[in-house]
Each structure stands twice: as C-alpha cells, then as structure tokens.
C-alpha cells in the first residue's frame, strides 16, 4: 500500500469530524448537510435496490459485484444494503480529469456480528487500500447506529472516466455498505504569486 502523508492526514481528518449518525432517506436539499464547502452532489445509489435515485453531469453509479438485499431494520432511513461474503465493488462513471471529487458512503453493523471492513480503490490492475479496516458504525446516545464516511479521491484513481471502489471484509460473517454518493467541486485554479518587497519594508 502506498498513500502520501497528506493523502493519509486528509483521511484521518475527514473520519475526525463526518463519522456520525445518519438521519435521512432519499437524497434532497439536505441529504449531506456537512458537504465540503463549494461541494456539490452528482450521483446518489441506494444499494437496497441497486438504484441510482439521483445523477448529475452523466455521473452514475453502479453496483458490479455482490448482491441487494432489503433491510431487516424496517425503521432505518435506508431501504438495505450491497452484501457479500468477502467483498462488494462499485464503479463510478463519468468523472472528469482535473476535478476534485469526495467518495461518501452509509454503512452499518445492523445485526451486531462483529463486522471490520477496509475500502479499496483500483490504480491499473491493482487494488490498494485508501481507508484500513474500520468498524462500520457510529454512536448515538450510547447507542450504535449507521455511520456516514467521506474519502477524497485522489486524481491517480480516475481512470478513463471511471473509478473503481471495493469495500473489503476483514471480520465478520460478511460485508455490506447501504449508500454511496459522488461529491464533486469546480478545479482549483493554482496561480503563482510573487512577494514584492519594497526598501521600506526591508528590516534586513
């Protein structure tokens, strides 16, 4: 595995303040009310039905491995979860070079059967891990319950367009993820600015 150190304290960072309880359904005005500021939402996929309910600029996506399967949790704002033995894949489509874009996902350890799972993006033909193996779930009056995850993509990932995304089972019978969004923002314009230094401000 490789990652930069600023790829590594971006993610520590983000986990710091967005793993939290979610409180929402279907995607709207307020389905990500801690969005990175000047971020917007292109493509939201509910993976209790495999679903694309909301898609932006030709972003779309798509379950590719692993299966829906409807919730046991009737009072879960989610209406279940992509599920497997070992590991669920996703591909994300119609990405742009040069754009910033955030990864967000809803998962839960809904029965309590001592999940840990990694998430993995795919360079070429290899997976690496970009966020190590994690207990999917959040804290709520003492109480655990569904946790919602932000991960910045770096460029190198986005391939053709695409980017591939796994989510990894490290313990537990089995390994499931309940919402993904892609959030994108406009390219930063990086200029290169000079400091002047007139007599009078020399102490030198």
Known sequence: MKRTRLEALTTLLLLAFV?????YGQPNEDVAPMLPNGSNMLAYLNCGTAQ???QE?????????GESRVSSAPEAPFSGEAADADRVEFSV????????YVLAFTWFDANGEGREQSV?????????TV????????????????????????ARFIQDGSLSVAFVREAGESIGVNELWLLGSEPID???????????????
Do not use: C
């Open 190 to 204: 990086v200029r290169k600015r000079v400091l002047i230094v007139t007599g009078d401000d020399w102490t030198g």
């Open 93 to 100: 489509n119609g990405l742009q070079a040069g754009f910033p």
């Open 131 to 154: 966020l190590p193996h994690a207990k999917p779930l959040a804290f709520h009056g003492d109480r655990p319950t569904w946790a919602r995850v932000l991960l910045p993509i770096p």
């Open 52 to 54: 694309s309910a909301y």
């Open 57 to 65: 600029h030709g972003v779309r996506i798509a379950l590719t491995h």
């Open 19 to 23: 793993v939290m309880p979610h409180s």
């Open 120 to 128: 993995q993006f795919k360079t070429g033909d290899e997976w690496e």
